[in-house]
Each structure stands twice: as C-alpha cells, then as structure tokens.
C-alpha cells in the first residue's frame, strides 16, 4: 500500500460585513456559521459537508473576519437589533468581502377595544401564527408556541418587534396575529 501524504495549505479569512437595507453598517451584530452534517452517505461520491462553527459579533465598521475557515462555501446567518434576522448567506474564503445584508425588524403596533363598548381592554395577549399558503382558513394557520412570538400587554396598546421569520429555513411567509382578552 503507498503511503498516504498529506498537504496543508495555509489557511485564508474569510470577510463579511453586515449592513442594513440602506447599506449602513450594522455594528455589534450577531454574526454565526454552524455547517454540521447529521448523516453522511458512505456510498456517496460527494465530498461530505465540512462541520465547522463560527460566532463573532461584528466590529464598529459591522465587519467581521473568521481567520481560519475550511476552504468552501459556507452558510452564514446574522442578526441584528431593530433588523429581521438572514439566515444562509453562502461566502468562502477567496478575499471577497461578503454582504449579510439585514431588512428591518417587522414592528406590529396598535390598539385593542372592546367591541361593545369601545373602551380600551386592560389586559390582552397577541400571538403569532404562519399564514398558510393558498388557503384562508383560520384551522390551517400554525400558530408559534414560542415564547417570544407572543406577548401580553395591557391599558389598550400594544408594540411588538419580530426580528426573525416564524418559519425557519423557509422564505418568510408574513405574520398573522390573534389577539385574546
């Protein structure tokens, strides 16, 4: 059997910068990559997913530099406060300065009155739920069971900021909210 040998290059950083819709730069943003194949194919002749992970929160200039990644694209995810979290943003290290590029947070505010007398309901809950592609009903709505999708308010106002998609890993299809007294 010939002996195996193996050759290391010497590693290249990875740029990225992290900017609002505007293209302002976005300082202290949470900036992650966790690439970690569950299963591998043995039979396979695809080269398996690097498991790699990075987590930098984004310098004054909202640029952030992983000095040793593996050398292929990866997913990168980011979020900011008062911006919509992104999520797969592929880069690689080839001296590019990647763009993560952060919508605004969707923020939700109003006010809740009561339907008969029309006087402001003291204490209320809203939720948020998926709407449901192509059909309208309420029974075909996933309502969120976490626990910063809801909020309870009261003296008739609420505010509320959604700084990521309810579905995860998908495009984000809206918000639906129910209000209960």
């Known amino acids: ?10 590693a290249k950083k990875l740029f990225l910068k992290v900017v609002d819709a505007f293209d302002r730069l976005i300082p202290n943003a949470d900036v992650w990559s966790h690439s970690i194949e569950s299963f591998v194919d043995l039979n396979s002749s695809e080269s398996p997913m690097i498991q790699a992970y990075f987590r930098e929160t984004s310098n004054q200039d909202g640029r952030a530099v992983w000095n040793e990644p593996p050398n292929e694209e990866i997913p990168f995810g980011a979020r900011a406060s008062g911006h919509m979290e992104v999520r797969n943003v592929l ?78 890993g998908l495009p984000n299809p809206g918000y639906i909210l129910r209000f209960n007294a």
């Open 1 to 10: 059997m010939s002996p195996i040998q193996i050759v290391l290059e010497p």
């Open 91 to 168: 880069a690689k290290p080839d001296g590019t300065e990647y763009i993560i590029k952060l919508p605004p947070a969707v923020v939700v505010y109003g006010t809740v009155r009561d339907a008969a007398t029309l006087n402001p309901v003291e204490t209320f809950t809203m939720e948020a739920g998926i709407p449901p592609p192509n059909d309208h009903r309420e029974s075909s709505i996933h309502w969120s069971r976490i626990g910063r999708h809801s909020a309870r308010f009261g003296g008739g106002t609420f505010r509320h900021s959604f700084e990521e998609p309810l579905g995860i």
